[in-house]
């Protein structure tokens, strides 16, 4: 009779002992429940904000491109494709107009006004300490053969570019010229005001 009783005692502590241990498991296994779905959540709402950011940065990035000046798209595109950006931002672009450059006729030395307007614009830069990429490029009136104006807007983007290597320091692979001729006027070649203002180097600045 002791022998049974016993025996019942030893069943009944089994059984609340195992009743103990299933309901501890099942407390730690919702609370383990809860603090993973806090962390999800947690989670899904950083993945969240981080697109948003990302959208309103692409959302910038389309506005700042549509407000560009054709040719200053077409400079970005060329140093992307290039691989010439570590960001793939326009910066800002700065045309030297004839009155300021004053290209003589034909020729492409720097007037001392073009040297004076490129040394600004270099100090411009190097006072915010960028890694910049710079495109510089020639644009004609349309005052004599095609092929020609395309070459003396060349020569005269390749003298900047000289000129901002030699007596500024930017480094060559930061540069590089190339010209538009007189395919991308801003005026009219129908008049000498309308030239001039045609008669152009711009200054596109990358990062």
Do not use: W
């Not at 793939?88 to 040297?115: I, N, Q």
């Amino acid at each position: 009779m002791k022998r049974t009783a016993l025996l019942m005692l030893l069943i009944a502590a089994v059984v609340l002992s195992g009743c103990a241990t299933k309901k501890y498991v099942l407390t730690e296994t919702g609370a383990a429940e809860e603090r993973m779905g806090k962390q999800v959540s947690e989670v899904k709402g950083e993945v969240g904000t981080t697109r948003t950011r990302l959208d309103e940065q692409a959302t910038r990035h389309d506005r700042d491109v549509a407000g560009l000046s054709k040719t200053a798209r077409e400079a970005l595109d060329r140093a992307v494709a290039a691989g010439k950006l570590a960001e793939g931002k326009f910066l800002y672009e700065t045309v030297l107009t004839d009155d300021m450059v004053r290209f003589g006729f034909d020729r492409t030395e720097l007037s001392p006004e073009a040297r004076a307007a490129l040394d600004t614009f270099a100090a411009g830069i190097k006072s915010k300490n960028e890694n910049v990429y710079i495109e510089i490029q020639g644009h004609t009136d349309s005052v004599g053969p095609e092929a020609y104006n395309y070459d003396l807007g060349l020569r005269r983007a390749a003298a900047v570019l000289r000129y901002l290597n030699m007596e500024q320091g930017f480094p060559l692979h930061r540069m590089s010229a190339i010209s538009y001729g007189e395919s991308k006027p801003v005026d009219k070649n129908n008049g000498p005001e309308g030239r001039a203002r045609n008669r152009r180097v711009a200054l596109v600045v990358l990062k």
